[in-house]
């Protein structure tokens, strides 16, 4: 029994040297291991990894854009420590990337992108995916088919199908580990199995990507029992094809919803209450062809949207629209807002709303008509950080009217006016030490005006100290008064000179006369 006990103490003993010396080889190893090819046609075996890398201690392999024309077979079964396996732009080497696999995998992401995969060797990889998966990319491939029962015996939480044509979704089993699902760009068609109860097949899903597809909205925006998407936080619909246009009552079946992006949306009939969507923290509505006049019902559009706290508008009509407009606009958000996005909306000034907006901690303002703004200054947006107004028709900028905190300011493409009165924004940015900027005046901001700088970078405006010397009321009020000063004092010299010429004038007169009495007297 002695024995026996001695054995596995050395057993395991044995193991924990070897566990602690392989673990003190990894340390400072490569994040990411890569293969080195020395040749054009490059083959892809364990020694193209042996001399930038270890096999005992890659835990991430990228391989990507190369014409292989061998991999080994089970090449990476022999990385012990692999958990990340990404193979990109890789075409037509589907049926070798399927060999290289291997068993006695542990991964937990892999990524197959481009690879040439096809709905036959997918199916004939299928039985090589590790039980350990939890993400599994295969975007831009060539197949048309997937279904939910491939990984319903896995972990695979995060599924990519992105950018296959024609892919065809069956939801014939239930994934109950899927939360995240990226269909874009895939012309994809939703299809279920015949039951005689329907229900939900991924019931965990949280986050979906339908972006570029064409869609008909009440497939996802009804509740029913095989209606998956009653618990979704995240719905991406940019750039959809809709065959029913958006009205007042749609996205009524998203309560949970926290992110919507309708980036590119056309067949807008009504803009949406979102009176079911009042989780609602993210909504991209950037170039939604759909004209919104500043009237009393659209400048109401936002008014269930309390917890918004970021809001990306760009190229929305706002030109014709007040100041009281936008303040009933936006007013529901102030307290909450921390990134607005309104690029290319035609604004002339920053709106006077925003100044009000205390959490905002990111504005941009891109490509308006913007020349000067006093609705924000240095004590406004205690928490703004970045400010964004490249492209405007900025001219000079006083620093007063940047709020305190903003470090990452962009002001690229403005005409600016190289005068004295630049020099204090010139200064201000040199005293924050904001270097990115000063690295950008070299190429991307320039002088329009006057004639002699028109054209020059701002790098390059430097007047001499005194062409733009500061004189305030104070300086140039001591300097009349010094200056009458001394004349007075020379005044009062001339005059006591001249005094005492004449006083000398007089008495020597006075002397002469009596001296000339006194001769003449005695004679």
Known sequence: MLQSLIKVAIIVLSFKIVWMEML??????????????????????????LEKNDLQCCKNILVSD??????????????????????????????????????????????????????????????SLPKTLKLLSLMNNSLTYFSTNFISNTTVKTLDLSQNQNITMMLDKEALSLTHLDLSHSNCEWKTSQ????????????????????????????????????????????????TEPITNESFSFFPNLTSLNLDGISNIEQFPSFQNTERL???????????????????????????????????????????????????PMIKTLEHLDLKSTG????????????????????????????????????NLKALFMEWNLIETVDPHSIPKRVFDLSLEGNPFLCTCELMP????????????????????????????????????????????QEFNAYVITAIVLCFLMVIIV????????????????????????SEKRKLLSSS
């Not at 990894?26 to 020694?47: A, D, M, W």
């Not at 692999?82 to 006695?104: C, D």
């Not at 990111?362 to 200054?377: A, E, G, Q, V």
């Not at 020379?490 to 006369?513: E, G, P, V």
Request: glycine share 2%; aromatic share 10%; with cysteine.
């Open 195 to 242: 039951e005689s109860k329907p229900v939900c097949k991924i019931p965990s899903l949280l986050e979906l990507n339908f972006a570029g597809n064409r869609l008909n909205l009440s497939t996802f925006d009804n509740r029913n029992d095989e209606n998956c998407f009653w618990y979704l936080i995240s719905l991406d619909l940019s750039l959809c094809d809709l």
């Open 281 to 331: 923290t993210k909504l991209s509505l950037n170039d939604v062809k759909y004209f919104v006049n500043p009237t009393l019902k659209n400048m109401n559009i936002f008014k269930n949207l309390h917890k918004l706290r970021r809001l990306e508008m760009q190229y929305w009509e706002l030109s014709l629209w007040g100041e009281t407009e936008l303040t009933v606009l936006f007013s």
């Open 425 to 468: 924004y010139k200064n201000w940015v040199k005293e924050r030490k904001l270097t990115k900027i000063i690295k950008d005046w070299a190429s991307k901001y320039r002088c329009s005006k006057p004639h002699q700088w028109a054209g020059k970078t701002l790098d390059k405006f430097r007047p001499k100290i005194t062409d733009c």
């Open 490 to 513: 020379i005044a009062t010299n001339i005059y006591s000179r001249r005094r005492k010429q004449n006083i000398l004038k007089k008495f020597q007169y006075t002397h002469d006369s």
């Open 66 to 127: 190369h014409n292989i024309h061998f991999i080994q077979k089970g090449l990476f079964s022999k990385f012990v420590e692999l958990v990340n396996l990404s193979l990109h732009n890789l075409p037509l080497e589907g049926e070798a990337i399927k060999n290289s696999l291997g068993k006695r995998l542990n991964l937990t992401h892999l990524r197959l992108e481009n690879v040439g995969l096809n709905n036959t060797l997918l199916e004939s990889l299928l039985p």
């Open 24 to 49: 003190s080889k990894c340390i400072g190893h490569r994040n990411v291991c890569t293969p080195t090819f020395k040749k054009e046609s490059p083959k892809l075996t364990q020694y193209e990894f």
């Open 347 to 382: 604004i002339s000034t920053i709106p006077l709303v925003i100044k009000e907006m205390d959490e905002l901690t990111k504005l941009i303002l891109t490509s308006n008509n913007i020349s000067s703004w006093s609705s924000i200054s240095e004590n406004t947006n205690k």
